[in-house]
């Protein structure tokens, strides 16, 4: 068991898991294309803190692959904040 995997997960999930809700729900009030391209990207985060929680328990995944998946979902992060903003 990997527990500073397990701090940033549970930290991470945390964090995005407010921000998603709070996003989510300004969605619903506004009805804005572009708070729906932010909820997408908190919820990306949330995937990631939630893989690093599972990975905590199971040892299978290596640090390299996890450095990998992280750098997949800042791009998308960045790709669904590129939509919000209108600049791509």
Do not use: D, P
């Amino acid at each position: 068991m990997n527990l500073l995997h397990l701090i940033l997960g549970i930290s991470i999930s945390l964090l995005s898991g407010w921000l998603l809700y709070t996003s989510v729900a300004a969605y619903r009030k506004q009805g804005s294309l572009r708070l729906f391209f932010i909820a997408c990207a908190i919820l990306l985060l949330l995937i990631f803190g939630l893989t690093l929680v599972l990975e905590s328990f199971a040892v299978a995944i290596s640090t390299g692959t996890l450095l990998n998946m992280l750098s997949l979902y800042v791009l998308g992060v960045l790709a669904f904040m590129a939509l919000a903003i209108g600049r791509v």
